[in-house]
Antibody, heavy 132, light 110 residues
Framework: QVQLQQWGSGSLKPSETLSLTCEMSGGSFSDHLWSWIRQSPGMGLEWIGEITHWGNTAYNPSLRNRVTILIDTSKNQYSLSLKSVTAADTAVYYC??????????????????????????WGEGTTVTVSS | QSALTQPASVSGSPGQSITISCTGASGAVGTYNLVSWYQQHPGRVPKLIIYEGTKRPSGVSDRFSGSKSGDTASLTISGLQAEDEADYYCCSYAGSDFAVFGGGTQVTVL
């Protein structure tokens, strides 16, 4: 089955750039999106962004000016860069595979599209600490 | 600030049923967007337990069920067990190529 292994810089100083890599094994990049999610200490999950196997990206508006997600399909890897980090970026960072799509529901002669989005495979998480 | 609102905590006694709500803003949980739910035990990786609003991945107990009414999605845990004590998050596509999580609900088994 598909597995995600992640690694990267665990300790940073303010203003440095966070860099993480996620390697996928046991599957194909082409049928899914590939995302990054983080969780600050004691807090909830925050969606950072995602990338397709073509390299098309989408980012959380709150991070868009600092984040870059890239993909290297030849290595089965994708990466996260977050520049100009501060203590607020201290978190556990997860990579995760995304399944998304839509289907039509017909009811009473009316057809409506339904959209789904979920993360079904997760990396083990990387703890990143930003401190001077 | 999350676009999906969940109660901060829900509790129940063993054997009881509990329901966690997930209410969307700006259409994040609307007629067309199907929510997914995740279970996270302390210090562990989140685990998908409900997808496409109502479906369970293989291996997930049928004590977990998902539903939706209007702009509110719900996760019900039936026959509550000690091992269900965890944090639960809903997630939805929010449009404009953006996904969002709820703030999370801490489930306590009394």
């Amino acid at each position: 089955q598909v597995q995600l292994q992640q690694w990267g810089s665990g300790s940073l100083k303010p203003s440095e750039t966070l860099s993480l890599t996620c390697e996928m094994s046991g599957g194909s990049f082409s049928d899914h999106l590939w995302s990054w999610i983080r969780q600050s200490p004691g807090m909830g999950l925050e969606w950072i962004g995602e990338i397709t196997h073509w390299g098309n990206t989408a980012y959380n508006p709150s991070l868009r000016n600092r984040v870059t997600i890239l993909i290297d399909t030849s290595k089965n890897q994708y990466s996260l860069s977050l520049k100009s980090v501060t203590a607020a970026d201290t978190a556990v960072y997860y990579c995760a595979r995304v399944s998304t799509g839509s289907f039509i529901v017909k009811s009473g002669g009316v057809t409506t599209p339904h959209y789904y989005y979920y993360m079904d495979v997760w990396g083990e998480g990387t703890t990143v600490t930003v401190s001077s | 600030q999350s676009a999906l609102t969940q109660p901060a905590s829900v509790s129940g006694s063993p054997g009881q049923s509990i329901t966690i709500s997930c209410t969307g803003a700006s259409g994040a949980v609307g007629t067309y967007n199907l929510v997914s739910w995740y279970q996270q035990h302390p210090g562990r990786v989140p685990k998908l337990i409900i997808y496409e609003g109502t479906k369970r991945p293989s291996g997930v107990s049928d004590r977990f069920s998902g539903s939706k009414s209007g702009d509110t999605a719900s996760l019900t845990i039936s026959g509550l067990q000690a091992e269900d004590e965890a944090d639960y998050y809903c997630c939805s596509y929010a449009g404009s190529d953006f996904a969002v999580f709820g703030g999370g609900t801490q489930v306590t088994v009394l």
